[in-house]
């Protein structure tokens, strides 16, 4: 079984950090193979950079799909185009945020989500709500931009440690999920410091990839994630047009 | 005052039934200025369509902000990219879908949103929830293509009118909304037809971007749109990359 | 286009402050008329006030209506009687709170009410609620009387600014939402002060009625908003008694 | 003890239907006294009535309070002028739709309340999801006004019956609560006819004023029931001034 | 009338509190049996508790209904067993939360319920919201075993008055729900001492199941709460089989 | 891996149909161990059947994890005991009707939950809204007693279609979730025959428990799933009495 991660950051080395991850927890039988987008921000903080990482983004999930690949991972835990994916694909699509949720939720009943900036923390507010989670999680930003989590110098660990220390003693955090793809490396140590689980969406979501394979369940096809219509896309977003019932990506 | 109407759908003659539904309720001091998006798709039917679309609509935006208009307006009831647009734009951005549910909003309790294709209910249902309106508002599709409304010979009205009729019966809906900006030169005749308010987003959005210039508001720059923070943009993208704290687009 | 403003408070000074802040932004072609309530509490604080100024509100809109207003707003923040005036009235009629909701909700994710007493919360909490900004609003009271925010020496300012801060540092408040039409000369400072958008909701209310009159939009008159029976109305009621399908006010 | 019964409608043969409801349940040491109000309209239908209803309604209230009441219902499905009300008065006060949706909750998951006309179904929605029951509560109109339930040739009670039975059979209803006053003398029969709890407002708020006197437990005067603040009151309000904290009425 | 009050916590002084609090508001004409749960923890402390202690509840409820009791009342605030219950007896049965719940929202509008030990908080929490009191209602815990209640060194009283202080400071409660069957005899002491009404569950209960007698009420026996089918019970729990369509215990 | 599955219907020939379906699923390296428990109800139809099949749920777990289970898997759909599980044991619990939601909601937007009785739909209901699914997924009952899945003279398989195709057709279903463990052996049929995912809470279940213990995750132990506190349990029970922070069961 081979699962595709897509990086829609376009940064390798943190596409190395999420890699790393979701093979430490593959299970034998599974091949994880990354890739990191060609086109788009090198780091997603927002909803401007999360709305320009798609194209590229949905060009390696239908590279991903033609080449064999059983699902698919968006390794950006905004969840940035998962809907328009799950429309494009036929091999099921699973975004961290929603992997790292769902896992959560069969641990503890309050969560804490701490996440980089400010500025994402509303986006991933509504998608708590879409899951949801609202009553059960909430979420913390750390004031860490995405890719200083790279840089051990930077200070972003005591600050993401802060923000749990809260979440654990004001919010009665029972369990915390990490905000951030890039933040994979840390779920096992912090886990330990605090005695409590913290769950990584990336490695989440490659379970819950591997679940679906396992049980041959694919998107429904059916109403909101039905296949996109055959029609002109203009400009160079031609490439992306599907050009009949089954979506095909050049 | 100038205001900008970028139909994302890439098909100019529905762009003029857009133009039209704007100018015939503009103020004496406005000027509507249209554009067709260069990039996406022919028209906007689900989710993956909506993704694709963004990046032409980013463009258009930005090159009316720079062009001297005032306020922006996205003429898909999807409300595809507002966020993004929100963050990357100094100016006030509305969407149609958030216009038509607030002007509504005023005029009555129950409202039904008829909408064209059944893999746009979804979609639409969650901006319903998302603007608040999950307890008032109802989502009906009424199985006509985008690009059918555009054609008298398709039936395409008497579908929708079979839905309204549906919706005025079955749902109590005291006050139609129309789902899709192709939809914006029909609200006259049916509120006359049906005996109660019909409201088309593009004209509800022209009066909320005109109220927003005159009350001098613009879009809060803290937190969740806050601008583009500085970075590299990777591929095709790089056009859109901001390169200071001001963003601005090639 | 004449609209008519009504302060059910039933405090003259109250009004002219009213008066100004509708006419700064009214567009070249809209009279702005204003009354004041001549029956009921001199300010209008928790919902005892509330119920008793509806009679004299209604009162001051069946009279607009007759001479030829095109719209009403009711300039109290607890939206007082809104839904009866929507009853009586043939013309639309808009409530500040819900037109200034409406318009900060076109400008920032999360938005602070700054009301008056602590009494007034629970009142506009229900009103947040009821217009879908409940996961988006919160509202916060600074302790100040109606009427003491025109008297310069009572403080009332600096106590409204404490708030305004808490909201922007403790709630990550995008957008402040003025809770009271005796606010609506402050609007501009606060957010010249401040850096975010300030919303007085007397200016939003011009915005919308102005709006919904262009768009040749009425209350819906199917359902909820039907117009009065006709019935007899005893004691001092009388007088507002509907004589026929179409209400009449002596 | 002494419970005032006030019915807002100003039609006295209603009333006499209430007070039989309300004497049928009261414990031996109670004493029912009933009120009809002297102003308002002949029957509550709608916002508009209710709103003109309340300070004839308050009127009563203070009156039977300075009489001695220990409690207060109002006897109006609405609700009308609860929380107005509940500040002017210290004597707890009781709402029949309140008093039913509680009494109901004990006995049944799925709840469906009849009420009479369309226009009523809205107001009476709002307050179900305000008592917290949007998701166990459904509203059904029979298409009855008010007055119809006193006069047996109307055909009102197989309306009403219609709309049971659609309850049970389409809604899954587990309970019925009639959603008018003057449906009290119904419930018995109407049980016993269909086996499931009937719950009549009336009685079911007999039993909760009785059991806040029992408990010795009245309205809270913190927050949002404090008294009302002592100040002018304009016009033929004057009456219903509080010169001072403790409120009171002419 | 008699009405049965089961403690299921198996501790015989708790009972004697609760059985004081329960005669101490019965009416005249109602006898209070109460019964200690002879299966099950001797206090119940968390949601694997509440799971053993039903059993013996609904052995004790069974008892009581072939006894003549008339209605019955759960003295846990978790509502433990509570539906289970409503399925097996023809009587009614009442919850103390949600008796306290329904009691308290006729007396203000914001309610904090003060809890024994933080991990009772999220169970309580998940009724308050079942109960649809998710936006009025909060949850305090006091860090206080249940059995600590009784001991008038444990320093517990302490620390609840200083979660009701937190609750009326910091939440802007209203009133007081105190969330645990052994703090029964507290509650006018506290309510004096506070200003604000201070809801015991017992007692609530106790006149909630007057109430439904008096309104000759019981539990609907259509859905939910049919009585269980005619089947085989393995073990030890053979005992509670029901033999017939009518639910019978040995 | 060792992963246990308990079915807590004390029916071996049902238990027979859940390990076939655990069993299809499981990774090379898991090995399935079932047990039907040995106290309790025949069948779980009901709140009644929930609460006293607990006590013997409780107690295969607490073996099972002596046993050497890594997790364990509560197959009955109503996820009875789930919480209790989790407060009793260090290993992982997962509940089917939990699995089957999370994994559904990462295959389509509207879910159709189909399960047997009328009597289980509230509950099911109860925990799809616990889960956040309550505006995603609707529950239909297909009027199939539990033990009649087993019985293909019964018709129940006509009945569970029938409300299939309900859910299809009238409420725009894009995914099927099988509400009760009995139906395991039915999921690849009927997603073949409707062109749908038909997901079963069985395979589900054990998907996530092997996600669970490769990610090395356990329960939270901080809060609401603390250990059971040392005390005294009386009667039958004292074998599930806890007697130190780490629970054990006799």
Same mark, same amino acid.
């Given at each position: 079984m081979r699962i595709l991660v897509v990086n829609p950051n376009t940064t390798a080395t943190m596409t190395a950090t999420i890699a790393a991850a979701a093979r430490s927890v593959a299970a034998p039988g599974t091949e994880i193979v990354v890739a990191t987008s060609r086109m788009g921000p090198a780091s997603i903080e927002g909803y401007y950079d999360e709305a320009l990482s798609v194209p590229g983004l949905l060009a390696e999930i239908a590279d991903?799909?033609?080449?064999?690949?059983?699902?698919?991972?968006?390794?950006?835990?905004?969840?940035?185009?998962?809907?328009?994916?799950?429309?494009?694909?036929?091999i099921p699509v699973v975004g961290i945020c929603e992997a790292a949720l769902a896992t959560a939720g069969f641990l503890a009943q309050r969560i804490c989500v701490v996440t980089t900036l400010e500025r994402s923390r509303v986006p991933i507010e509504h998608l708590v709500r879409?899951? $949801?989670?609202?009553?059960?999680?909430?979420?913390?930003?750390?004031?860490?931009?995405?890719l200083a989590?790279?840089?051990?110098?930077?200070?972003?660990?005591?600050?993401?440690?802060?923000?749990?220390?809260?979440?654990?003693?004001?919010?009665? =955090?029972?369990?915390?999920?990490? $905000?951030? =793809?890039?933040?994979?490396?840390? =779920?096992?140590?912090?886990?330990?410091?605090? $005695?409590?689980?913290?769950?990584d969406g990336?490695?989440?979501?490659?379970?819950?990839?591997e679940a679906l394979?396992?049980?041959?369940?694919?998107?429904?096809?059916? $109403?909101?994630?039905?296949?996109?219509?055959?029609?002109?896309?203009a400009g160079m977003m031609e490439a992306f047009a599907p050009v009949d019932a089954t979506p095909r990506l050049a």
């Open positions: 991903g799909e033609r080449s064999g690949a059983a699902a698919a991972i968006i390794a950006c835990f905004d969840d940035t185009g998962l809907d328009a994916a799950r429309c494009m694909a036929s879409r899951y $949801g989670m609202g009553d059960r999680a909430r979420v913390r930003a750390a004031s860490v931009p995405v989590l790279e840089d051990p110098e930077s200070g972003a660990l005591d600050k993401l440690r802060r923000q749990i220390e809260h979440a654990l003693d004001d919010d009665h =955090a029972e369990a915390i999920v990490l $905000g951030c =793809a890039g933040m994979a490396d840390l =779920a096992a140590a912090l886990s330990r410091d605090y $005695g409590v689980p913290v769950v990336v490695a989440a979501a490659v379970k819950q990839a394979v396992s049980l041959r369940l694919a998107t429904s096809k059916r $109403g909101t994630y039905a296949p996109p219509l055959a029609k002109s896309y």
